[in-house]
């Protein structure tokens, strides 16, 4: 009896209970700022990447411009927490400003889903490409933004705590979205395509769910990142942000939701490893640039699917999903009805 | 009347340099089926070899005959180009020929990527933007109220040369109809006796070598950086896509096209609409002819 | 009623004529068999049925509603189910998998439910993974239920092809080279697994095969195409005995 509850309830009692401590222990100053940020910033890292390993892994497409959903995202939050709410009001309105940001993002999301129904391939990553350039571009246009010099003005509302609960909730609502009949229809789709829609699959349906569903994700850590730097302007979010998400999903494992929280972390952590190590060596910071890009080169040369490609931990697979649950009820099954075996 | 021919002629000569780059593009495309979005980066650094270069004969021996330097510089940043484009296709995208194609683009744009950060990073270039030294003397002549500047008839005068010596290799030599047969059929094409990875490797050195004189020539008239291979890139590659990936003389209208938009642009919006008018026709495009202006239509069988 | 009913199907691919002037109507329960050299148009038939193409001309009416225009997914779903040539299945997936796949419309949750694990989701995802299993059993491929599909031997595939074909729940089944690939003993294993899921499954099913121990040994009505033409229409006897399909097979000396 108890081995069933500790099974059922023992991986959200632990997230229940660590929750305090990412509340308590940057207050108390025992986890030290710098650390804090960089928690911070796996957090987001990992948002983002299960939004983008949701279209480039899970569906098998080819989104170059997340970063453009990560701005709009960005972008709604702020103008929200800065301009629309009063400052008092900021950490009660956070959450929803992050939830408006994603939905915005979610909405922009619609716009690849359309182009997604006739091309693909290389030609949809065009598309997603143009789709980034041109979100930036319009955010430099926009002087009531800030134009080009970016937008300023918001409280450092990210705190570890929500980073936290962000996290959970998008990986529980990923986690769900994966492992039901859209998920399926998803990962269908980047096996076979036309296969798929001849049985049965809705494929425009679950485009347009997933990179809705992305776009969305993108958003929440655009607004989580916008309150975190407390300034951001359309440089952020240049194809460089893009290609972090990629190696961040190629790395980690594509098809896979621990895969992503693996690469988001081992990316973020290698890239603050070796700002210290270079400034010990006396190498310029510059030379941190290039490691992303050459990450990026070798994982596609001697190992594209990732650390987790297309496998997923168990604690991440659902109860009635996980082998022994499958195997149970297959028994059962066959226990019950008698096999009326065509062939032996 | 003259205000626009001064732009006609701004729009050709930017057009030019465009033309050239989308060359590559679309010639790596139609032997590989990749789109190199390293390309443009390429084109950024045989913009450093000529800078590098020119200095440093320069720097040796300042009274030599300009053209002797600018045309010793052309071939340098040629050759040396037309190397490095090599390296990165037997390194980075041969072993990648069998793969999925997604695994080859996203290769392409790391390389491009560690291209530009590396040059940032590489302490003899560094990101502040240089001049080529003028190798042509930059002499403005007046015809009938129009500017016309003598690096501004090199520019097209180089490349109209350099175009048409491709259509020549492409559609007279062997070597252009192994091209040709390649982006028609790949598999078989070995079975023939070609030796298609040389074939494709002549094809990135060529395309990188147009690219080149792109470069020395663009240096000449304008600054460079190494995140130009982003802005010139990008917009080439859209002129390669809107003339229809794959299709030589479709890149080069396509070339043009982009040249008159980003000079005309600015005619009628403010400039720093550029980058959006030029996306946005690179989207509606995709979306409605994705096969571009003289592209061919695929088909899928099932 | 009429299961379905083709009439004039006319297909052009650009200037190429695949399929001409097709007609067909098949009552409910019947298996007939389309045969006919490569490149007849047999499978061009069966895209265009289940709306991979949309025909130049002609109607295509199943259960009295017009087929014309429709997504393939739709078509599907109305109770449509095939299999491919060259087997199609999801490779990296579970046989599981992909047989709960072909559920897609009939899970009965939206995706608001599922993604906040809604209980209503919870009770019909064990639905679908109930019925997915059963079929299995039917199968006898419940044991390898979790096994990814590509690991399985070539035979096993065409089954699960098959088995994921049912679990649309169609009233058509249209089977393309069912036969391709096997072995005599297997080919007469799949010859009593068509006629039982016929009978079973209550289907009509439409067939497209090469090997005429198959055609001749299950077929109650064969078409026979050449070149996107239909030649010749019967029972097998008469089929057999046909002068132009054996000119069509064999050449015009070997029929003269």
Known sequence: ?344 | MQFYIQQILNALQVGSVYALIALGYTMVYGVLSLINFAHGDIFMVSTYLAFFFSTWILGLAAGLNPILIFVATLLVAMSGTALLAVVIERLAYKPLRNAPRISAVITALGVGLFLENFMVAFKPVGPAPRFLPALIPAVNYNIGGVMVSTIQVVIIVASALVMILLDVIVRRTMVGMAMRAISWDKFIVPLMGIPVDRVISMTFALGAAIAAVGGALYGMAYTMDPYMGIRIGWWAFIAAVVGGIGNIRGAMIGGFILGFVEIFTPVFLPSTYRDFVAFSLLLVLLIFRPTGILGRPMAQKV | MTLLHIEHLTHYFGGLRAVQDFNLDLQPGELVALIGPNGAGKTTVFNLITGVYRPTEGKIIFQDQSLIGRHPYEIISRGIGRTFQSIRLFKELSVLDNVRIAHYTRAGYSPWEAILNLPHFTRQEARVCQEALELLNIFGMADLAETTSKNLPYGQQRRLEIARALATRPVLLLLDEPAAGMNPGEVEQLMETILWIRSEFKLTILLIEHQMRVVMGIAERIKVLDFGQTIAEGTPKEIQNHPRVIEAYLGEEVAA
């Open chain 1, 1 to 344: 009896m108890k081995r069933i509850f500790w099974k059922r309830w023992g991986l959200p009692l632990i997230l229940v209970l660590v929750f305090p401590f990412t509340i308590v222990l940057p207050k108390l100053g025992i986890i030290n700022p710098y650390v804090n940020l960089v928690l911070k910033y796996v957090g987001i890292n990992i948002i983002l990447t299960v939004s983008l390993n949701l279209v480039n892994g899970y569906m098998g497409e080819f989104s170059v411009g997340h970063a453009g959903f990560m701005a709009i995202g960005a972008y709604t939050a702020s103008l929200l927490t800065v301009w629309v709410f009063p400052h008092a009001a900021g950490p009660f309105i956070f959450p929803l400003a992050l939830l408006a940001g994603g939905i915005a993002a979610g909405i922009a999301g619609l716009g690849i889903a359309f182009p997604s129904f006739r091309t693909r391939g290389d030609y949809l990553a065009i598309v997603t490409l143009a789709f980034g350039m041109i979100v930036k571009s319009v955010l430099e246009n926009l002087d009531v933004v800030g134009g080009p010099r970016g937008f300023m003005g918001m409280d450092k509302l990210t705190s570890l705590a929500w980073v936290y609960i962000c996290v959970i909730l998008v990986i529980f609502l990923a986690r769900n979205y994966v492992f039901s009949n859209f998920g399926r229809g998803v990962v269908s789709i980047r096996e076979d395509e036309t296969a798929s829609e001849l049985v049965s699959v809705n494929s425009r349906q679950v485009k347009v769910l997933t990179f809705v569903f992305s776009a969305f994700l993108a958003g929440i850590a655009g607004g989580l990142f916008a309150h975190e730097l407390q300034f951001i302007n359309p440089r952020s979010f240049t194809i460089l942000k893009s290609t972090d998400m990629l190696v961040m999903v190629y790395l980690g494992g594509i098809g896979s939701l621990g895969g992503s929280i693996l690469g988001a972390t081992v990316y973020t952590l290698t890239l603050e490893g070796l700002r210290t190590v270079l400034q010990q060596l006396g190498i310029s910071q510059e030379w941190r640039l290039v490691v992303a890009p050459l990450m990026l080169v070798l994982l596609m040369i001697f190992r594209p699917r990732g650390i987790m490609g297309l496998r997923e931990f168990r604690f991440l697979t659902p109860h009635d999903e996980r082998p022994e649950a499958l195997a149970e009820h297959r028994k059962q099954i066959q226990a019950t009805k008698r096999a009326k075996e065509v062939l032996p």
